[in-house]
Structure formats: C-alpha cells, structure tokens
Nanobody, 125 residues
C-alpha cells in the first residue's frame, strides 16, 4: 500500500503560480500511474492531470492545458503539479492519487486506489 501526502498549497492572487508536491511512502511511486484531482466547494471532484508510471505520458483536463504541468521524480518518490496563470476558478482542494490500473483510464476518478488528504489552493481576484 502506498501513502500519499500533498503539500505546496496556499493563498495567492490571480495570475500567480504554485507548485504542488505529492510525496509517497510505503511503496515506490514509480510503479503507479499518478494523477491530480481537485474539488471546489459544492462541486464533484474532477480530473486535472495524470502522468504515467515512467513519466513518458501525460494527460490534462482542457481547463488546465497550457497552464499546468505534471512531472515526477521517481528517485524522490514524488510527483509535482506546476500551476501557472492561476485564476479564481482554480480554487479548490487538490488531491493526488495513484493507481496500478491501465493508463487508458487515468482520467477516471474511480480507477484510483490511493489518495492523499488534499491541499487547499485559493486564488483571489
């Protein structure tokens, strides 16, 4: 079993940048496809980005494409989400998640088995 801990959230103004980190323990994260999801108040948790276990494939939600970048450092057992040009609509709790399931379902929330506790990102206008 892998445990995930997110960090790097905060409060910032629109147009700013943040880098979120997802650190794993228990098992090596390099075996898992890893994704970022977010949940705004009153809304369902939605897919943001995913990266394959090797780092060779990435996939983004249309709403963040061109602004967010997902990466991983398997030596550090960590996955990152670089977020640029943030807007108030990006305000949410951001979660990282890991799965051993096929890459083809990497954007599907229910395909992930392990979740972190989340980190709050608040963007003011």
């Amino acid at each position: 079993q892998v445990q995930l801990v997110e960090s790097g959230g905060g409060l910032l103004q629109a147009g700013g940048s943040l880098r979120l980190s997802c650190a794993a323990s228990g098992r090596t994260l390099s075996n898992y496809n890893t994704g970022w999801f977010r949940q705004a108040p009153g809304k369902e948790r939605e897919f943001v980005a995913a990266i394959s276990w090797s780092g060779g494939y990435t996939y983004y939600a249309d709403s963040v494409k061109g602004r967010f970048s997902i990466s991983r450092d398997n030596a550090k057992n960590t996955v990152y989400l670089q977020m640029n040009s943030l807007t108030p609509e990006d305000t949410a709790v951001y979660y990282c998640a890991a799965t051993l399931r096929a890459w083809s379902s990497s954007q599907v929330r229910n395909e992930y088995d392990y979740w972190g506790q989340g980190t709050q990102v608040t963007v003011s206008s």
